[in-house]
Protein backbone atom coordinates (compact mmCIF):
# COMPACT_ATOMS: atom_id res chain seq x y z
CA UNK A 1 0.00 0.00 0.00
CA UNK A 2 1.69 3.14 -1.30
CA UNK A 3 -0.50 5.51 1.11
CA UNK A 4 -2.22 6.91 -2.38
CA UNK A 5 -5.42 6.02 -2.57
CA UNK A 6 -7.58 6.07 -5.79
CA UNK A 7 -11.38 4.81 -6.36
CA UNK A 8 -12.79 3.12 -8.02
CA UNK A 9 -9.97 0.71 -8.95
CA UNK A 10 -12.28 -0.40 -12.26
CA UNK A 11 -15.37 1.73 -13.83
CA UNK A 12 -17.25 0.67 -16.94
CA UNK A 13 -19.17 3.60 -18.85
CA UNK A 14 -20.83 4.46 -21.99
CA UNK A 15 -19.45 7.02 -24.20
CA UNK A 16 -21.18 10.56 -23.74
CA UNK A 17 -21.20 9.87 -20.03
CA UNK A 18 -19.07 11.62 -17.27
CA UNK A 19 -17.31 10.44 -14.63
CA UNK A 20 -15.91 11.40 -11.33
CA UNK A 21 -12.30 10.13 -10.15
CA UNK A 22 -10.77 10.52 -6.95
CA UNK A 23 -7.80 10.19 -4.75
CA UNK A 24 -7.14 10.55 -1.72
CA UNK A 25 -2.96 11.88 -0.89
CA UNK A 26 -0.54 10.05 1.31
CA UNK A 27 -0.99 11.62 4.69
CA UNK A 28 1.41 15.11 4.59
CA UNK A 29 1.55 15.37 0.78
CA UNK A 30 -0.17 18.57 0.15
CA UNK A 31 0.80 18.26 -4.08
CA UNK A 32 -1.72 15.83 -5.63
CA UNK A 33 -1.48 15.18 -9.59
CA UNK A 34 -3.35 12.93 -12.53
CA UNK A 35 -1.70 11.20 -15.03
CA UNK A 36 -3.42 9.36 -18.36
CA UNK A 37 -1.76 6.13 -19.45
CA UNK A 38 -3.36 5.00 -22.21
CA UNK A 39 -2.51 1.09 -23.32
CA UNK A 40 0.88 0.86 -24.02
CA UNK A 41 1.55 4.15 -24.05
CA UNK A 42 3.82 6.16 -20.89
CA UNK A 43 2.22 8.33 -18.49
CA UNK A 44 1.07 11.98 -19.69
CA UNK A 45 0.79 14.67 -17.26
CA UNK A 46 -2.51 15.85 -17.25
CA UNK A 47 -2.53 18.46 -14.36
CA UNK A 48 -1.24 19.42 -10.44
CA UNK A 49 -2.60 20.59 -7.55
CA UNK A 50 -1.40 22.22 -4.32
CA UNK A 51 -2.61 22.83 -1.35
CA UNK A 52 -6.22 23.39 -2.82
CA UNK A 53 -4.79 25.76 -5.97
CA UNK A 54 -4.31 24.49 -9.62
CA UNK A 55 -0.81 24.06 -10.24
CA UNK A 56 0.57 23.09 -13.36
CA UNK A 57 -1.55 21.78 -16.32
CA UNK A 58 -0.14 19.42 -18.66
CA UNK A 59 -2.50 17.96 -21.45
CA UNK A 60 -5.64 17.97 -20.29
CA UNK A 61 -8.75 17.93 -22.95
CA UNK A 62 -11.64 20.96 -21.79
CA UNK A 63 -14.09 17.85 -21.32
CA UNK A 64 -11.52 17.13 -18.30
CA UNK A 65 -11.56 19.25 -15.09
CA UNK A 66 -10.41 18.52 -11.34
CA UNK A 67 -10.04 20.16 -8.18
CA UNK A 68 -8.52 19.55 -4.92
CA UNK A 69 -10.64 20.15 -1.47
CA UNK A 70 -9.87 21.32 1.74
CA UNK A 71 -8.90 17.86 3.35
CA UNK A 72 -6.39 17.57 -0.31
CA UNK A 73 -8.54 15.12 -1.95
CA UNK A 74 -8.86 15.48 -5.89
CA UNK A 75 -11.21 14.57 -8.18
CA UNK A 76 -10.89 13.86 -11.79
CA UNK A 77 -13.68 14.79 -13.65
CA UNK A 78 -14.49 13.23 -17.31
CA UNK A 79 -17.55 14.38 -19.36
CA UNK A 80 -18.58 14.10 -22.94
CA UNK A 81 -16.48 10.54 -22.82
CA UNK A 82 -15.24 8.86 -26.00
CA UNK A 83 -13.90 5.30 -26.62
CA UNK A 84 -10.51 6.89 -26.67
CA UNK A 85 -10.54 8.24 -23.19
CA UNK A 86 -9.63 4.46 -21.89
CA UNK A 87 -7.23 4.64 -20.10
CA UNK A 88 -5.28 4.32 -16.54
CA UNK A 89 -5.66 7.36 -14.70
CA UNK A 90 -2.86 7.54 -11.91
CA UNK A 91 -2.85 9.81 -9.44
CA UNK A 92 0.06 10.52 -7.34
CA UNK A 93 1.51 13.15 -4.62
CA UNK A 94 3.73 14.41 -3.11
CA UNK A 95 5.38 16.86 0.13
CA UNK A 96 6.85 19.48 -2.53
CA UNK A 97 7.43 19.56 -6.05
CA UNK A 98 11.21 18.64 -5.94
CA UNK A 99 10.37 15.82 -3.92
CA UNK A 100 9.90 12.14 -5.04
CA UNK A 101 6.05 11.40 -6.27
CA UNK A 102 3.96 8.34 -4.56
CA UNK A 103 1.46 6.93 -6.97
CA UNK A 104 -1.35 5.25 -6.21
CA UNK A 105 -2.82 1.94 -8.10
CA UNK A 106 -4.87 3.77 -10.63
CA UNK A 107 -8.86 3.51 -11.86
CA UNK A 108 -8.95 1.20 -15.58
CA UNK A 109 -11.69 3.56 -17.46
CA UNK A 110 -13.63 1.59 -20.10
CA UNK A 111 -15.34 3.45 -22.54
CA UNK A 112 -17.84 1.42 -24.46
CA UNK B 1 12.76 21.71 -26.19
CA UNK B 2 12.25 19.61 -23.36
CA UNK B 3 12.84 15.98 -23.88
CA UNK B 4 13.76 12.40 -21.91
CA UNK B 5 14.91 9.59 -24.06
CA UNK B 6 14.96 6.27 -23.00
CA UNK B 7 16.88 3.34 -24.60
CA UNK B 8 16.70 0.60 -25.44
CA UNK B 9 12.61 0.61 -26.01
CA UNK B 10 12.40 -3.13 -25.01
CA UNK B 11 15.37 -6.01 -23.47
CA UNK B 12 15.75 -9.53 -23.31
CA UNK B 13 17.67 -11.04 -20.64
CA UNK B 14 17.90 -14.21 -19.07
CA UNK B 15 17.60 -14.47 -15.33
CA UNK B 16 20.23 -13.78 -13.23
CA UNK B 17 22.15 -11.95 -16.12
CA UNK B 18 22.61 -7.99 -15.63
CA UNK B 19 21.29 -5.37 -17.95
CA UNK B 20 21.93 -1.64 -17.64
CA UNK B 21 18.98 1.23 -19.19
CA UNK B 22 19.82 4.66 -20.63
CA UNK B 23 18.12 7.99 -19.93
CA UNK B 24 19.25 11.15 -22.17
CA UNK B 25 17.46 14.19 -21.24
CA UNK B 26 17.44 17.85 -21.89
CA UNK B 27 15.24 19.20 -19.46
CA UNK B 28 17.09 22.59 -18.36
CA UNK B 29 17.95 24.00 -15.35
CA UNK B 30 17.41 20.26 -13.91
CA UNK B 31 15.79 19.98 -10.47
CA UNK B 32 16.14 15.70 -10.38
CA UNK B 33 15.64 12.18 -12.14
CA UNK B 34 13.81 9.70 -10.74
CA UNK B 35 13.67 5.74 -12.04
CA UNK B 36 10.68 4.22 -11.41
CA UNK B 37 9.56 0.43 -11.98
CA UNK B 38 6.13 0.37 -13.55
CA UNK B 39 4.07 -3.33 -13.40
CA UNK B 40 1.77 -4.01 -16.16
CA UNK B 41 -1.41 -2.29 -14.73
CA UNK B 42 -0.02 -0.74 -11.83
CA UNK B 43 1.40 2.09 -10.27
CA UNK B 44 4.36 3.06 -10.87
CA UNK B 45 6.87 2.51 -7.78
CA UNK B 46 10.27 5.03 -6.67
CA UNK B 47 13.02 3.08 -6.97
CA UNK B 48 15.79 6.02 -6.37
CA UNK B 49 16.45 10.07 -6.92
CA UNK B 50 19.11 12.14 -7.63
CA UNK B 51 19.55 15.49 -7.81
CA UNK B 52 22.62 17.20 -9.83
CA UNK B 53 24.73 16.94 -7.18
CA UNK B 54 25.03 13.33 -6.97
CA UNK B 55 26.50 10.46 -8.91
CA UNK B 56 25.36 7.44 -7.94
CA UNK B 57 22.48 6.01 -5.85
CA UNK B 58 21.85 2.22 -5.12
CA UNK B 59 18.75 0.29 -4.00
CA UNK B 60 18.99 -2.73 -3.00
CA UNK B 61 19.65 -4.80 -6.86
CA UNK B 62 19.26 -1.22 -8.97
CA UNK B 63 21.74 1.57 -9.58
CA UNK B 64 21.30 4.32 -11.05
CA UNK B 65 23.97 6.87 -12.18
CA UNK B 66 24.18 10.24 -13.25
CA UNK B 67 25.97 12.51 -15.58
CA UNK B 68 25.01 15.91 -15.32
CA UNK B 69 27.33 17.48 -17.08
CA UNK B 70 26.28 15.18 -20.51
CA UNK B 71 22.61 14.86 -19.20
CA UNK B 72 22.60 11.21 -19.07
CA UNK B 73 21.57 8.54 -16.40
CA UNK B 74 21.85 4.92 -16.49
CA UNK B 75 20.29 2.24 -14.58
CA UNK B 76 22.10 -1.14 -13.77
CA UNK B 77 20.34 -3.75 -12.76
CA UNK B 78 22.62 -6.76 -11.37
CA UNK B 79 21.65 -10.20 -10.70
CA UNK B 80 17.95 -10.01 -12.88
CA UNK B 81 15.37 -12.08 -11.42
CA UNK B 82 12.06 -13.23 -12.69
CA UNK B 83 9.76 -10.21 -10.72
CA UNK B 84 12.49 -7.45 -12.46
CA UNK B 85 10.14 -7.97 -15.31
CA UNK B 86 8.72 -4.41 -15.95
CA UNK B 87 8.40 -0.93 -17.58
CA UNK B 88 11.00 1.36 -16.19
CA UNK B 89 10.46 4.81 -16.65
CA UNK B 90 13.20 7.43 -16.03
CA UNK B 91 11.22 11.25 -15.17
CA UNK B 92 13.04 14.19 -15.14
CA UNK B 93 12.13 17.38 -13.31
CA UNK B 94 12.87 20.98 -14.18
CA UNK B 95 13.32 23.41 -11.20
CA UNK B 96 10.55 24.04 -9.61
CA UNK B 97 7.81 23.58 -12.12
CA UNK B 98 5.22 20.94 -12.74
CA UNK B 99 4.93 21.50 -15.86
CA UNK B 100 8.57 20.74 -16.88
CA UNK B 101 7.88 16.82 -15.61
CA UNK B 102 8.78 15.05 -18.26
CA UNK B 103 8.46 11.32 -18.45
CA UNK B 104 10.52 9.26 -20.63
CA UNK B 105 8.43 6.17 -22.66
CA UNK B 106 9.87 3.79 -20.33
CA UNK B 107 12.42 0.58 -21.85
CA UNK B 108 10.21 -2.32 -21.29
CA UNK B 109 12.15 -5.43 -19.66
CA UNK B 110 11.68 -9.02 -19.66
CA UNK B 111 13.60 -11.29 -17.70
CA UNK B 112 13.17 -14.99 -18.93
CA UNK B 113 13.91 -18.41 -17.14
Known amino acids: DSGVTQTPKHLITATGQRVTLRCSPR?????VYWYQQSLDQGLQFLIQYYNGEERAKGNILERFSAQQFPDLHSELNLSSLELGDSALYFC???????????FGSGTRLTVV | KNQVEQSPQSLIILEGKNCTLQ??????????LRWYKQDTGRGPVSLTIMTFSENTKSNGRYTATLDADTKQSSLHITASQLSDSASYIC????????????FGSGTRLSIRP
Open chain 2, 91 to 102: VVTGYSSASKII
Open chain 1, 27 to 31: SGDLS
Open chain 2, 23 to 32: CNYTVSPFSN
Open chain 1, 92 to 102: ASSVVETSGYT
